[in-house]
T-cell receptor, first 116, second 114 residues
Framework: DTGVSQNPRHKITKRGQNVTFRCDPI?????LYWYRQTLGQGPEFLTY????????KSRLLSDRFSAERPKGSFSTLEIQRTEQGDSAMYLC??????????????FGDGTRLSIL | AQSVTQLDSQVPVFEEAPVELRCNYS??????LFWYVQYPNQGLQLLLK??????LVKGINGFEAEFNKSQTSFHLRKPSVHISDTAEYFC????????????FGTGTQLKVEL
């Protein structure tokens, strides 16, 4: 179990630029989640995948945001035309999604995005 | 819709003293409950979870929590804290049929002092 890996750890960019983050989940986990955490707040759900299918998207995920999980392995989160309000920590988590009950999510260390 | 309230934004406590971090939730359906800890510039680490069964749940690092359905609470406790417990603690809830997505509280900063 190598844990959830996120890259890059930090990203600084100018307003209006596009950014892409990558998440590599724990290998045997079929569910993958993206959350956004702003300063002083708890993480907020953005979207989740079961295998390669994106099953739910939060209303927080505007049309400038897109997430993919090709082949049900790693995932990418892209933000187009970044705005000041996009500055946050973007967290990825994974879990197994079979069996009875909810399985706990394992989080990566996040990508901190700063918009200049 | 589900919601989570963490009543205390900050809790200062002396080392070796007991601590309780409060969490209340609101949901019209059955829920699963979690406590996570976050150290600076890191992701979240699972402390403990309640899925079903015994209402007293024991987790890592000596933490425990008790699920109280009538009071819709899931308070986190530790009988004796250590300096290394200084961190942000988040209570979270998910619900059956909800795809396992988590709804978090706003967090409680635990500061352990000598």
């Amino acid at each position: 179990d190598t844990g959830v890996s996120q890259n890059p750890r930090h990203k600084i960019t100018k307003r209006g630029q596009n950014v892409t983050f990558r998440c590599d989940p724990i290998s045997e986990h079929n569910r993958l989640y993206w959350y956004r955490q702003t300063l002083g707040q708890g993480p907020e759900f953005l979207t989740y995948f079961q295998n390669e299918a994106q099953l739910e998207k939060s209303r927080l995920l505007s049309d400038r945001f897109s997430a993919e999980r090709p082949k049900g392995s790693f995932s990418t989160l892209e933000i187009q035309r970044t705005e000041q309000g996009d500055s946050a920590m973007y967290l990825c988590a994974s879990s197994s999604g079979t069996g009875v009950g909810n399985q706990p999510q394992h989080f990566g260390d996040g990508t901190r995005l700063s918009i200049l | 819709a589900q919601s989570v309230t963490q009543l205390d934004s900050q809790v200062p406590v002396f080392e070796e003293a007991p601590v309780e971090l409060r969490c209340n939730y609101s949901s019209s359906v059955s829920v699963y409950l979690f406590w996570y800890v976050q150290y600076p510039n890191q992701g979240l680490q699972l402390l403990l979870k309640y899925l079903s069964g015994s209402t007293l749940v024991k987790g890592i690092n000596g933490f425990e929590a008790e699920f109280n359905k009538s009071q819709t609470s899931f308070h986190l406790r530790k009988p004796s804290v250590h300096i290394s417990d200084t961190a942000e603690y988040f209570c979270a809830v998910s619900f059956t049929g909800g795809g396992n997505k988590l709804t978090f509280g706003t967090g409680t900063q635990l500061k352990v002092e000598l």
